[in-house]
């Protein structure tokens, strides 16, 4: 969201606290009005329905000022610093680019990735389903080689382990 947006909602949530406060003040009959242009604001003491009012308003005006003073979302990236200048790779194209590298590897199937940094380097982690006509171990030798090889040469940023879980046994015969 701009910032023009942000700040219109935050004073919108700011009036909305207030009208809220205001209410449940007058419901209570703590704030004692005589009335503003066509309304008597003292019948409005005691009354639970206004009082109830007050606290959904003033709830509202909560949740969106939370809302627009979150700060938005975050991209997680590996940055490394080139002669021109910085470069970003976003954990996201980190993980398609593994996913493409376990396309090649014949025998694994319903590849999910994650990633994680270190000071050694980069984590990934694998969880897959591997075909019952190849041995598992090298299996995931051939994967954790090919996606190691291919985030190193691809993406430039030294990965320091490849962490393979094989979940199940896929039922769809080797290609």
């Known amino acids: 969201m701009k910032s023009w947006g942000r700040t219109f909602f935050a004073l919108l949530a700011l009036l909305a606290l207030i009208v809220g406060v205001l209410l449940v003040l007058i419901a209570t009959g703590i704030l004692r009005l ?36 979150r700060k938005g979302e975050q991209v997680s990236a590996i940055s490394q ?8 790779i976003s954990y996201k194209t980190i993980e398609s680019m593994i996913l493409k590298a376990s396309r090649s590897v014949k025998g694994i199937r319903d590849i ?5 940094s270190t000071e050694k380097g980069l984590v990934i982690y694998i969880k897959a389903k591997a075909v019952p006509e190849k041995p598992i171990p090298e299996l995931t030798l051939e994967l954790q080689a090919s996606v190691k090889d291919y985030v ?16 199940n046994i896929s039922s769809e015969p080797v290609n």
């Open 34 to 69: 005589q009335g503003i242009g066509l309304i008597e604001l003292s019948r409005l003491a005691g009354s639970f329905t206004f009082f109830i009012a007050g606290i959904v308003i003033f709830i509202v005006g909560l949740l969106l000022l939370i809302f627009c003073l």
């Open 81 to 88: 610093q080139t002669e021109l200048g910085e470069l970003s």
């Open 112 to 116: 999910t990735a994650k990633t994680a």
């Open 152 to 167: 190193e040469k691809i993406g430039g940023t030294a990965v320091a382990e490849v962490k393979v879980l094989i979940e």
